[in-house]
T-cell receptor, first 109, second 114 residues
């Protein structure tokens, strides 16, 4: 079956750096997405990786290793507004998105 | 900013009632999706459409039906609501013209079936 694993919850301090990991086992691979979802709201797109390596976008970076079935989202200079769930999703061989359950990130002052 | 709308935002309804959840987008996107999400859980795809008159079932078994008569409109209907249908329903769309195909989500409908 298809599976995406993320830690359920992480806690970090305002101003610090946090890395959220995602491992996946899917039938085929056509890209990996990270979305942010604030409580009670809809997910919003953060990043996309299809080739190995690091993609940087401001305070957020996303890394992919296809051979290891692994990605991480790196958040720098954490702000209180970064408290949210971060969803990892993989597009499989049928070009359908398979979603992880998300990692709830709690930022403390 | 994405222009995708869902109504109602919240709905409390009795068992056995027929309900339709509305979803509209003004971006001209060809692809549209319905997801079901329980608190703290992953999104499950229940229906999708790649264009007018195209509808497919997703990987989550669902007793709902959808229609795609117009590009901008993708309603979801439950013929007979049950307590097991209590969940959040998210509608999304994507342009379907690139590999990235970012999905834009509506605000969701929170459904409670008593």
């Amino acid at each position: 079956g298809q599976n995406i694993d993320q830690p359920t919850e992480m806690t970090a301090t305002e101003g610090a750096i946090v890395q959220i990991n995602c491992t996946y086992q899917t039938s085929g691979f056509n890209g990996l997405f990270w979305y942010q979802q604030h409580a009670g709201e809809a997910p919003t797109f953060l990043s996309y990786n299809v080739l190995d390596g690091l993609e940087e976008k401001g305070r957020f970076s996303s890394f992919l290793s296809r051979s290891k079935g692994y990605s991480y989202l790196l958040l720098k200079e954490l702000q209180m507004k970064d408290s949210a769930s971060y969803l990892c999703a993989v597009k499989d061989s049928n070009y359908q998105l398979i979603w992880g359950a998300g990692t709830k990130l709690i930022i403390k002052p | 900013e994405a222009d995708i709308y869902q109504t109602p935002r919240y709905l409390v309804i009795g068992t056995g009632k027929k309900i339709t959840l509305e979803c509209s987008q003004t971006m001209g996107h060809d692809k549209m999706y319905w997801y079901q999400q329980d608190p703290g859980m992953e999104l499950h795809l229940i229906h999708y459409s790649y264009g007018v008159n195209s509808t497919e079932k997703g990987d989550l078994s669902s007793e709902s039906t959808v229609s795609r008569i117009r590009t901008e409109h993708f309603p979801l209907t439950l013929e007979s609501a049950r307590p097991s249908h209590t969940s959040q329903y998210l509608c999304a769309s994507s342009p379907g013209t690139s590999d990235v195909e970012t999905q834009y989500f509506g605000p969701g409908t929170r459904l409670l079936v008593l």
